[in-house]
């Protein structure tokens, strides 16, 4: 269940998200103010386009036409922004902070594809914890994309809910095939294609692929070499802060359960050969610790179609996947069920 509150910060955080009617034009304008003292040029772009203004007085305004809910970016000159803004029809204000050539976006107002997202957001408090969740969850998805479809941003929210098993394949497919593909960008469609394609062959209860990795002694090492124990096949990296976050919780588990048939196999995708050792190290990580070269380029990686860390498979005695990007609480509570009987 938790899961599912991953998934939505994620939405949330990186994506903010659906609003977007049929219509051949959309007339936005973006009125802006910036917390700080600044008065250079301050930079809008959008699809293949770059706008620009002079900053007066600490506040600026762009307008222009979009022919859907566009994703757009405010910074400056060969800046770095933390979040975007969704150009649609009328008036979107907005609150901006720029630090060390850094743009975040502190508040919005009149922008009813950022409404939409506060109501997801309020949808998953009231229900998050309910039996039913789940389906609960397909129907407001089922809704939202009904009668979103054109959406640009539509296509990255369901991207990123179809990477965690949130759904069936048979329920994705049906979220998809209502998604307008036309406004969509590659990218999104190129991850949902291998999403659902994962969804497809990747099921509970399913055999998990076997491979082996080099381990810090350059020994290849593989999930057949723990037939016959529970194995969490950890896809993680140094420089991924929820796997970093998780680890310590995963020392702990692997702590009470590795003597009643438990372990964990750790994968890697780290460039950084002393990165990755240093964080073996400094998180204190007891099992074994494999890299997989080339990062998410590694064909093995491409095969088992990982999109993005941390990510993990919980492996039954048999090699059969038990369960998918289990969480730690989540973890301990299956482990005490299934070793503890």
Known sequence: MKNFRKTLSIIVLSLVCIYGKAQSTLNFEIVGSIEQDYNDYIYLSYEKKVDSLKVIDNKFSFKGKVTHV???RIHTKNG???DGVYLEDGKTTVKISIQNNVTSITSISGNKTHDITMDIVSFFEENSEKEEFRSLFYDKMDDVISQNPRNQLIGTMLSDIIMDPIFTFEEAMSLFSKLDT?????DD???LKVSLEKLKSTKIGNPFPTFDFPNVDGQAIGVEDYRGSYLLVEFWASWCGGCRIANPELVEIRKGFSTKGFDILG???DASRSAWLNAIEKDGLTWENTIAEGEFSNETLKKLKIQ???SNYLLDPEGN??????KPKELRKKLSELLEK
């Open 308 to 310: 993005y860390l941390p």
């Open 70 to 72: 566009t994703e757009a």
């Open 267 to 269: 994968v890697s995708i």
């Open 80 to 82: 770095y922004v933390t």
């Open 321 to 326: 996947i038990a369960a998918i990007n289990i």
């Open 182 to 186: 036309t406004v969509q960008s590659k």
């Open 189 to 191: 469609l190129n991850a």
